[in-house]
């Protein structure tokens, strides 16, 4: 579906009356005010959380390390102490229940990851975490019981791969299992390490209606909302993404002895490369980036014309029809720079993901929450991966974005305010309420 089409679905689907057994959640909220969650309590469990993984480089908790270990333990912790019962599935994820009246619906789902990327931050995550358990605690403390039970979920290794929510949708092969993870465990490891079992990675998967939706609150990872002065952003859909490895073959040769004209300079095509594919992506309209982010050099030596460089690519943008056109110009290019410069382009895929595209409901469930809480907010669109794009695939799903600090994520100065960490649990918690008068 093109954004524009989409779009235009979505305004006119979120204009319908949303009518469950209890009412319209507009009706619903004219008659009470919002629910609030405890901030300062959510924000406590975030600062005894940063000392978890907590290096001189930053926050450390890779996915399956020791410190990842101690960390679900501090999650599995602050569950019970919450009172609650959190439970362990096959894939490694940490899930605990608050029941609703009517056992035959299907669950609402909310959540995020804890583990982090090498010397990151600690609000990549576990603000979507712990905000989700406060909303579960908060609706029990106030006698909130909803008609839907609600599931509160911490997935395994979202930054090595949303390893943990792809398990959970049952696409999870048994050749992922021996890709290694930044800990140096192989998934197939790290999974028994955590308290999974890979043999039993069948009784771990969902389908299509066994949750009824899935919400997920986390930190901008851009300065949109910090620039436009806005409390909330409603994310509208989540890129999908190509990763490939492009590998460059020149001819290595002496840097003093070979003239200009006749080299073969892997080095020299992998820059052109990288300006020309920064300036088609920049030449049209539109969100899309592209970014050269590793670069390997052989020889790597001074006084050698490098006779190959192996560099990443990775390519992103909401519109599917749009990522696949401009995966094709990055490699005419490379072409084009193979001819000029004399060398070899190959590419070799990494990764790929679908564009994962918001329920329209869940938009209008998160902007009603929004606007009855008193918040300033805007649409927009996830340039970043989450877990919320593997739920998407079985269930309606939405996004709740705070603003982050500069704009800063996977930094050790990546920060959140506890006022908007506490705001985006408020709509979280009122958006789950809205969302269980769904049918």
Same mark, same amino acid.
């Given at each position: 579906?093109?954004?524009?089409?989409?779009?235009?679905?979505?305004?006119?689907?979120?204009?319908?009356?949303?009518?469950?057994?209890?009412?319209?959640?507009?009706?619903?909220?004219?008659?009470?005010?919002?629910?609030?969650?405890?901030?300062?309590?959510?924000?406590? #469990?975030? $600062?005894?959380?940063?000392?978890?993984? =907590?290096?001189?480089?930053?926050?450390?908790?890779?996915?399956?390390?020791?410190?990842?270990?101690?960390?679900?333990?501090?999650?599995?912790?602050?569950?019970?102490?919450?009172?609650?019962?959190?439970? %362990?599935?096959? +894939?490694?994820?940490?899930?605990?229940?608050?029941?609703?009246?009517?056992?035959?619906?299907?669950?609402?789902?909310?959540?995020?990851? @804890?583990?982090?990327?090498?010397?990151?931050?600690?609000?990549?995550?576990?603000?979507?975490?712990?905000?989700?358990?406060?909303?579960?605690?908060?609706?029990?403390?106030?006698?909130?019981?909803?008609?839907?039970?609600?599931?509160?979920?911490? &997935?395994?290794?979202?930054?090595?791969? !949303?390893?943990?929510?792809? +398990?959970? /949708?049952?696409?999870?092969?048994?050749?992922?299992?021996?890709?290694?993870?930044?800990?140096?465990?192989?998934? =197939?490891?790290?999974?028994?390490? %955590?308290?999974? #079992?890979?043999?039993?990675?069948?009784?771990?998967?969902?389908?299509?209606?066994?949750?009824?939706?899935?919400?997920?609150?986390? /930190?901008?990872?851009?300065?949109?909302?910090?620039?436009?002065?806005?409390? @909330?952003?409603?994310?509208?859909?989540?890129?999908?993404?190509? &990763? #490939?490895?492009?590998?460059?073959?020149?001819?290595?040769?002496?840097?003093?002895?070979?003239?200009?004209?006749?080299?073969?300079?892997?080095?020299?095509?992998?820059?052109?490369?990288?300006?020309?594919?920064?300036?088609?992506?920049?030449?049209?309209?539109?969100?899309?980036?592209?970014?050269?982010?590793?670069?390997?050099? !052989?020889?790597?030596?001074?006084?050698?014309?490098?006779?190959?460089?192996?560099?990443?690519?990775?390519?992103?943008?909401?519109? !599917?029809?749009?990522?696949?056109?401009?995966?094709?110009? %990055?490699?005419?290019?490379?072409?084009?720079?193979?001819?000029?410069?004399?060398?070899?382009?190959?590419?070799?895929?990494?990764?790929?993901?679908?564009?994962?595209?918001?329920?329209?409901?869940?938009? +209008?469930?998160?902007?009603?929450?929004?606007?009855?809480?008193?918040?300033?907010?805007?649409?927009?669109?996830?340039?970043?991966?989450?877990?919320?794009?593997?739920?998407?695939?079985?269930?309606?799903?939405?996004?709740?974005?705070?603003?982050?600090?500069?704009?800063?994520?996977?930094?050790? =100065?990546?920060?959140?305010?506890?006022?908007?960490? $506490?705001?985006?649990?408020?709509?979280?918690?009122?958006?789950?309420?809205?969302?269980?008068?769904?049918?």
């Amino acid at each position: 579906m093109q954004r524009r089409d989409f779009l235009q679905r979505a305004s006119a689907l979120a204009a319908l009356p949303l009518i469950g057994p209890a009412g319209s959640f507009a009706t619903r909220l004219r008659g009470s005010a919002p629910l609030h969650v405890n901030g300062d309590r959510l924000n406590a #469990s975030l $600062t005894a959380f940063n000392s978890v993984g =907590r290096t001189p480089g930053g926050i450390n908790r890779v996915a399956y390390s020791d410190a990842d270990l101690a960390g679900r333990a501090f999650a599995l912790d602050l569950f019970r102490q919450a009172g609650f019962t959190p439970r %362990i599935d096959a +894939a490694g994820n940490i899930f605990a229940r608050l029941p609703g009246r009517d056992a035959s619906l299907p669950p609402i789902l909310i959540g995020s990851h @804890i583990d982090s990327v090498t010397d990151g931050g600690n609000f990549d995550g576990p603000v979507g975490s712990f905000g989700a358990l406060e909303v579960a605690r908060s609706l029990r403390e106030q006698n909130a019981r909803l008609a839907h039970p609600v599931d509160v979920v911490v &997935w395994q290794n979202e930054e090595g791969g !949303t390893v943990g929510s792809h +398990a959970a /949708i049952g696409k999870l092969r048994a050749a992922d299992l021996d890709k290694v993870a930044r800990s140096g465990f192989t998934w =197939r490891d790290g999974i028994a390490r %955590i308290g999974g #079992s890979v043999d039993k990675l069948a009784e771990a998967a969902l389908k299509s209606g066994d949750i009824a939706c899935y919400l997920e609150l986390h /930190i901008e990872q851009g300065g949109l909302l910090e620039k436009a002065g806005l409390q @909330i952003g409603v994310v509208e859909g989540i890129v999908g993404l190509r &990763w #490939s490895e492009v590998t460059i073959t020149g001819f290595a040769n002496h840097a003093g002895a070979t003239p200009m004209d006749q080299r073969q300079d892997a080095v020299l095509a992998a820059a052109k490369f990288t300006v020309a594919i920064t300036d088609a992506i920049r030449a049209e309209p539109g969100r899309q980036v592209a970014t050269v982010g590793r670069m390997v050099v !052989t020889p790597n030596t001074t006084n050698v014309i490098a006779g190959q460089v192996v560099l990443t690519v990775d390519l992103r943008e909401l519109d !599917t029809t749009k990522l696949e056109r401009l995966q094709q110009r %990055i490699e005419q290019i490379a072409r084009e720079i193979g001819d000029s410069t004399k060398t070899t382009f190959q590419f070799r895929p990494l990764s790929s993901s679908l564009a994962a595209l918001a329920d329209p409901r869940m938009m +209008a469930f998160v902007e009603a929450s929004t606007k009855t809480l008193g918040f300033t907010h805007q649409r927009m669109p996830s340039g970043a991966g989450h877990d919320a794009q593997e739920i998407a695939q079985i269930a309606p799903m939405g996004m709740i974005f705070i603003p982050s600090v500069g704009g800063i994520s996977h930094s050790p =100065r990546e920060f959140s305010h506890a006022d908007d960490i $506490t705001r985006g649990a408020d709509v979280l918690l009122n958006a789950v309420i809205g969302a269980d008068a769904m049918r």
